[in-house]
């Protein structure tokens, strides 16, 4: 029982951190703000480049209009006094993977922009409109590099959608024109066999010739191009081949001549994301920004659980993998190849917004100064990637803004006391949202009754398939609509794979989300519990409950050839957060194949 409880409580956690939310499109919340003008006086400025000390920012329907020491103020507008403060630009991620509330959580956090590196097709267009707007919002702004450059069973195809892949002989240039058609702001291309990782497991990768097509085929159509890699070797072909940006710092040794060497040549850059690296190794510098107390009132319960969370055991522990990444930013900056700030956000032991801050700090140990670090979160990411309007506070540009206590160029950590968030010029609040969820509608009891042949939630927002793939493992798992369900129904749900050994938690099923997007929670206080029916192959089945920031809930199932109804009673079954219920699923976890049939699944 033991074993299985820890099988499902990394299946649930893999499907929220390993990418089940970010394929679907997430609609802005516009927060209401009375004004998007005012006047930060006799405030230390960091404009993106240099530190100004005594200065006025003067900012008027959203952008900033005046920068200077005697800045006259126009009647009417609010003074803010920044005696003791520094005010720097909006922070920028250079490196996320955005679902859920990625977006807010980024911007409580002072980090106003992310780039996404590799994310949901369905949201490039309403994340456009968003970052064009000058309007009240809740959320950071995105640029992302929509579907990746990846090859069939590649990295970026293990987490249980449907992405384009490059096969062997495919065009590396209409791949990409297809990908600039979808609203990608950049390309990124997956290069990693996990060969850097330790181990026998390898994974599909591009090849060479596929590699230095996608390259070419992006700069003739105008786009930036990053390679993500894990080992040095992928790092140095893939700069000779012209790639504009390393998306992290190999794991495998420090930097070598050749590859500082090249890097200076062709003028690449690298996103080391420290953040990640350092979770890698299973150290504790997501847990000590958990807590931090000059975070506190900014992060969730979910942005703490995250922190400090762990990459599962299919992922070999690095132990040097940090030590390399700081040595290699050291090289690297020594040379004068430039480093840009980004944290990964979206995986074990980091958080959006709260992380960047954690990788300033890391840079600054890697060898940058503070200011340094500070102009690699700001106008050097703006300017690589084109951002035009921010990352620099100055005249006629948006009034992206984050004010602080003390003086982060001569103390990178004074980021994290945060005074003031501005968006567009409107301010922010300070606190983080409470936990409240959304109940389900009185007499909604029909999650799914499949009588339309189709795998719909009338409840929640779907069924998904997985296995433990995005764990290091090999099991998989797909749903489908399956004519003639239980008692003579029209249909049913049938999820059918292979649990394989090998991974440490081998496992594989489906589940769906309560909530209007996955992982969304939802409050069931009020409801008695779940009933289904259920039939299958032999294996070792249980429920599984997510719920709060605790371990899911596992509770066993018992499951036969023949139809079997089930109804349990949330009474029954200790250890739920009825106000917080995230998602419900069935899994296996005997090695074997599985094939199991759901039909009639309600909350009653």
Known sequence: MRRLREAAALALLALVLGGVAWWLPRSPAQAAAPTASLAIRDVRVFDGERVMARTTVVVQDGRIATVAPDAAIPAGLPVIDGQGQTLLPGLIDAHTHNWGDAQRDALRLGVTTELEMMGAVPSLAARRTHRDALAATDEADVWSSG???TVPGGHGTEYGFAV???????DADAFVQARIAEGSDFIKLMIDDLHAYGGSRRMPTL???QIEAAIAAARRHGKLSLAHVGAQDDALHAVASGVDGLAHAFIDQPASPALVAAMRTHRAFMVPTLSVIAGMQRSDEGARLAADPALQARLTEAQKATLRATFPPGLPPQPQALEHALETVRRLHAAGVEVLAGTDAGNPGTAHGASLHGELALLVRAGLSPTEALRAATARPAARFGLADRGRIAPGLRADLLLVAGDPSAD???????????KNGHALTADAPARTAPRLPDGAHLVSDFEGGELTTQLGSGWRAAGDRIMGGRSHATSHWLAGGAQGSRGAMRTEGEVVAGAPYPWAGASFSLGPTPMQPVDLRGRQGISLTLRGTPNAYALIVLSGSGAPLVHPLEVGTDWRHVQLRWAD???????QVQAIGVVASQPGPLRFDLDDVRLD
Do not use: F, K, N
Not at 164 to 170: F, M, N, Q, R, V
Not at 574 to 579: A, K, Q, Y
């Open 207 to 209: 090849a060479p010739a």
């Open 573 to 579: 079954l200790p250890g739920i957060d009825l106000s």
């Open 164 to 170: 384009p892949t490059l096969e062997a002989g495919g």
């Open 412 to 422: 990178i950590t004074a980021t994290r006391r945060i005074v003031g968030v501005w």
């Open 147 to 149: 579907a990746a450059v």
